[in-house]
């Protein structure tokens, strides 16, 4: 990879983005309500980059982010990234949510604490919000505090975040309710969920996500 490009690419989501430099991926975008804006926000992100057919250890990447958006399971982990210009602690973030595999979770505080400080937290999410390479680094996965669902960046916010984790199974909570069995992306929330849990009998549904074990 001798020279920065961008193309875009069909997945089970809609069209996605990524660009490319010699030493290996400089971001993904994931889709926005049109080619053109998904286009021109590649462009804004990479002046130098041109649109042209991918290279085949990126069409490797594209491989995988395709298949792991069709629900299976797929180990990006080994995907080259460009981190120059990337702030140190950045890396250190990306590297650790790099290993959070399909389906599971982690929060920022527990990112932070395996980086050796749990008051850094929130230092970790902003981390988070600025990730140039989604699902590659899957910022998807990090959760809030408590169970909370956190901030996306990505165009659709918290609604793609959830529609993200719902394709690859993963289960915020500890038991199954009414709700909690449909897809994240459509589980009603609020007062429509305490509704549905009071007609139950359950009272308040549990949002506690298991500690992942190292």
């Known amino acids: ?105 982690l929060s920022y505080g527990d990112i932070a604490a395996r980086l050796g400080d749990r008051a850094a937290a929130r230092d970790v999410g902003e981390t988070m919000g600025q990730n140039p390479f989604p699902l590659i680094v899957p910022c998807h996965r990090v959760l809030a505090s408590g169970g909370k669902v956190g901030g996306f960046s990505a165009a659709g916010g918290v609604t793609t975040k959830l529609h993200l984790l719902s394709i690859e199974g993963a289960q915020i909570g500890d038991s199954p309710t009414l709700f909690e069995a449909l897809p994240l992306s459509v589980r009603p929330k ?7 849990a009071a007609m139950r009998g359950e009272g308040r549904a549990s949002t506690t996500v298991p500690a992942r074990q190292k």
């Open 190 to 196: 609020g007062r429509q969920a305490r509704r549905l």
């Open 1 to 105: 990879m001798s020279s920065q490009g961008f193309t875009l690419f069909d997945t089970a989501v809609g069209r996605c983005g990524i660009a490319w430099g010699a030493y290996g991926i400089l971001g993904v975008q994931l889709p926005e309500r049109r080619d053109s804006a998904t286009r021109a926000r590649l462009m804004r992100r990479y002046p130098d980059a041109a649109e042209i057919p991918p290279p085949p250890l990126v069409q490797g990447a594209i491989d995988d982010i395709v298949a792991l958006l069709r629900g299976e399971k797929r180990d990006l982990s080994a995907i080259s990234l460009d981190m120059e210009g990337v702030p140190p602690f950045h890396r250190l973030v990306y590297a650790v949510a790099r290993t959070i595999p399909p389906g599971t979770t």
